[in-house]
């Protein structure tokens, strides 16, 4: 067994755990709801164990490193703090829906990454610029905060659906009735853009640092970088809209998607229509 | 207060709708630099939009947007934003935080969402006393009040924290002053004085020392007021080919001689992600140079004299005290990089020795006069970029504030507890009622775990 079959073990689950939640979204069948759950919980624990194993096999190869740093490290990465941060949300605030709606994108992810003809697999030794413990820290951070921003997204959505029926006057629908009230989905988006924004200052705080450590040079508004304070303003304009506002609902909901449009344009958009210094993440 | 309010400048510095604005717009804008790339040549311009198109770009100063006088404008006045606004608040902020608790009505008690009313079996004053025995035990020490229907006790905690937002909002004005004082542009400009703040970079070759550097921008000479020696340098390869580690080993001098640096050794290795610092300075392997040239040593092993010298190739070397000659007379490379050198070598009796020897590496030549050692490795220059930037440590304390205001500000919050302790229908009561600014929810469960607690305890 090598990582790579537990990383297609984890696509799968996850893949699974998907159908079942838009299952329970469907049917409202609670069991469904559980098995998706247990999928979601199952495929995280191989995928953390393949992680493990992604990392041990670097060091067989003589090349030892954490497995974030390429592409395909960094989505697998994604894909697992998505998860894990999803299930705790699911633990906590017992929103069970709400996997319909994030799960996908952890299968996006896994899928992405190694169905994708231009992302490499390979464990490949670091260059020089990249042997940097704020490196780690730095994709650490980032994607902690992205997994945040992209459940975040997902609730948004929901929100909207819901509340269109709601509008509609057809909230007896069984799809807008199985999702959570309002109020309730209101909540959970801000709370996690509040703990996405933390993570995503730490992201780039040690982006700057380790920017400085490797060139001399904190800041340069590369286009990733100029992306990622675009992505920061975003979010910042989102809670002050919030809190000396009072902006609520639907304009919260719509900057939560456009929020991780921004998320997405930073991590994919940049580099495959851009150029600039973070190439590594190109192969 | 009220006399600033009427001012419609500061009125319009002080509003949050501004804020928003300007994050929009500064998010906005900023996609602009992201499309268009940054600093090119104006030929590149022309070449990739059209004569037009590109004079447009360099009339709105999109070439070089993020130094250009309106996103910095707008720079500026987000900062006098974030400040009008923060001491518009700040006195308010103190006032709540300073604001005598113990002066609230019962009325306002019995209103409030979060409360509990327990029956206590005892006079009033052994139940005041138990009241704040119980609460200090909790750590919520209170302060009490005796008032016309009863006693107050109120207790407090992380009325700090409602500061946690101005926190924040000062880290970015810290990050913004530091990336100020870090800049060339205003150590040039403004303070004229070049060598307080810049970037620049420098080519040593090995062996070879300097004491100056040649900044980016204006392409001029600084001087480092101390000079830096480049004694070896070299690249290390993965099995596949690909670099691994450039290394520089650099010697600090002053007056010409070393100095000792932090960890004692007068020799530094610098490698990327590990530069090294010194009176302000900061160095970092940034690039190299490879020669046609090679930096010949030889030792007599028997008499112990030894010479290095750079020397090209083809070039017979007459080394007198040594009593030998030697050359190089072939090469062989991967790229810029030599792998293998052909040597001759004579000390005039018998026939020449000639043969290969890998860059770098130590040959023994056994002479009919003698035993020599020999190395022969490729010069190389590293290339340093050089940076002085007095404004990281305030970029950095500003970035540690905003990490801890963050905090603070999302996950802190003010609590007060209140027990209100009075006689009703004949019998002593307490009424608990408690706020926090913000995660009410969580602040709840505080308080009913306290009024339970409080409960058992009375029995
Ligand atoms: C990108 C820059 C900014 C960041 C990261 C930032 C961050 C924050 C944070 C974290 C809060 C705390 C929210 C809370 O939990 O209460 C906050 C509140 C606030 N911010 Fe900002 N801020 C920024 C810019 C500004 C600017 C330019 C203004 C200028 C008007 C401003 C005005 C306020 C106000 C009025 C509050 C509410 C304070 C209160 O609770 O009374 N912010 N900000």
Redesign the interface.
Do not use: C, D, K
């Given at each position: 067994m090598n990582s790579s079959q537990l990383f297609g073990i984890t696509t799968l689950s996850y893949l699974l755990s998907s159908a079942f939640y838009i299952g329970l979204l469907v049917f409202k069948n609670k069991k469904v709801g559980t098995i998706g759950l247990i999928l979601a919980i199952f495929g995280v624990v191989v995928q953390t164990a393949a992680l493990g194993m992604r990392w041990q096999e670097s060091y067989t190869l003589?090349?030892g490193h954490a497995p974030l740093t390429n592409m395909y490290e960094s989505l697998v990465f994604f894909s697992w703090c998505t998860t894990l941060f999803y299930i705790f949300l699911e633990f906590k605030y017992k929103a069970r829906v709400v996997g319909a709606f994030v799960m996908p994108f952890a299968v996006a992810a896994m899928a992405y990454a190694s169905f994708a003809k231009s992302i490499s697999q390979q464990i490949?030794?670091l260059?020089?610029?990249l042997?940097?413990n704020?490196l780690i820290a730095h994709v650490i951070t980032c994607f902690i905060g992205y997994g945040a921003f992209a459940v975040a997204g997902g609730l948004g959505m929901m929100y909207l659906i819901k509340k269109s029926a709601v509008t509609k006057g057809k909230q007896q629908d069984s799809l807008a009735a199985s999702l959570p009230e309002l109020k309730i989905i209101d909540d959970l988006i801000h709370k996690t853009i509040?703990f996405g924004?933390?993570w995503l200052?730490?992201g780039i705080?040690t982006g700057?640092?380790w920017a400085?450590?490797?060139?001399?040079?904190?800041?340069s508004?590369d286009?990733k970088e100029?992306?990622s304070?675009?992505t920061w303003?975003?979010y910042?304009?989102t809670l002050?809209?919030r809190f000396?506002?009072g902006w609520s609902g639907s304009r919260i909901a719509w900057l939560a998607i456009i929020g991780f449009i921004s998320v997405f344009f930073t991590y994919f958009g940049?580099n495959f229509l851009?150029?600039g210094l973070h190439s590594y993440g190109s192969g | 207060m009220t006399k600033k309010k009427k001012n419609p400048v500061w009125a319009f510095f002080a509003s949050v709708k501004l804020a928003l604005f300007l994050l929009f717009v500064l998010a906005v804008t900023s996609i602009f630099g992201t499309i268009v790339q940054q600093n090119l040549s104006t030929e590149q311009y022309v070449q990739i939009y059209g004569p037009n198109l590109a004079r447009l770009l360099h009339i709105l100063n999109i070439t070089d947007m993020y130094n250009s006088w309106w996103f910095l404008s707008l720079l500026c006045i987000f900062s006098v934003n974030l400040i009008v606004c923060s001491l518009e608040r700040i006195p308010r902020v103190i006032q709540i935080v300073k604001k005598d608790n113990l002066t609230t009505a019962s009325d306002r008690l019995r209103k409030m969402p979060i409360r509990k009313t327990l029956v206590l079996g005892q006079p009033l004053d052994q139940g005041v006393r138990k009241v704040a025995e119980f609460l200090a035990g909790k750590g919520w020490k209170t302060k009490q009040r005796q008032k016309d229907d009863g006693v107050l006790l109120f207790a407090q905690k992380g009325g700090w924290t409602r500061f946690g937002v101005y926190i924040v909002h000062s880290s970015i004005l810290i990050i913004l002053l530091g990336a100020i004082i870090g800049s060339s542009t205003f150590a040039q400009k403004i303070l004229h004085k070049p060598d307080f703040a810049f970037k620049g970079s420098i080519m040593i070759p090995e062996t070879q020392q300097t004491s100056y550097i040649w900044a980016f921008q204006t392409g001029k000479k600084i001087d480092l007021g101390f000079t830096l020696r480049c004694d070896f340098f070299t690249i290390e390869y993965y099995s596949n080919g690909m670099p691994k580690t450039y290394l520089s080993k650099v010697t600090v001098l002053e007056d010409g001689k070393p100095v000792p640096l932090k960890d004692g050794k007068t020799t530094h290795f610098l490698k990327v992600n590990k530069p090294l610092t010194y009176r302000g300075i900061t160095f970092y392997q940034s690039s190299y140079q490879p020669y046609p040239d090679f930096i010949v040593t030889v030792t007599n092993t028997a008499t112990g004299v030894s010479k290095t010298q750079i020397i090209p190739a083809a070039k017979q070397i007459n080394w007198q005290e040594g009593g030998a000659e030697f050359g190089i007379l072939n090469k062989e490379s991967f790229g810029e990089s030599v792998q293998r050198i052909k040597i001759w070598f004579t000390d005039r009796q018998g026939a020449p020795s000639t043969f290969w020897l890998n860059n770098a590496q130590e040959a023994i030549i056994k002479r009919p006069s003698a035993e020599y050692r020999m190395t022969v490795k490729q010069l190389y220059a590293t290339g340093l970029q050089v940076t002085k930037d007095p404004g990281v440590l305030f970029v950095y304390t500003g970035c540690g504030m905003m990490l801890l205001g963050l905090f603070v500000a999302f996950f802190m919050s003010h609590r007060k507890i209140y027990a209100f302790i009075h006689e009703e229908d004949g019998q002593t009561k307490v009424l608990f009622a408690g706020s926090a600014h913000k995660n009410k929810v969580g602040f709840e469960k505080t308080f009913t775990g306290l009024v339970d607690g409080f409960r058992e305890k009375i029995g």
């Open positions: 003589g090349i490949s030794p260059i020089p610029a042997q940097s704020w509040v924004f933390m200052s730490a705080i700057a640092v400085n450590e490797a060139w001399g040079t904190y800041w508004w286009p100029t992306w304070i675009i303003f975003v910042a304009s002050h809209a000396t506002r940049v851009l150029s | -």
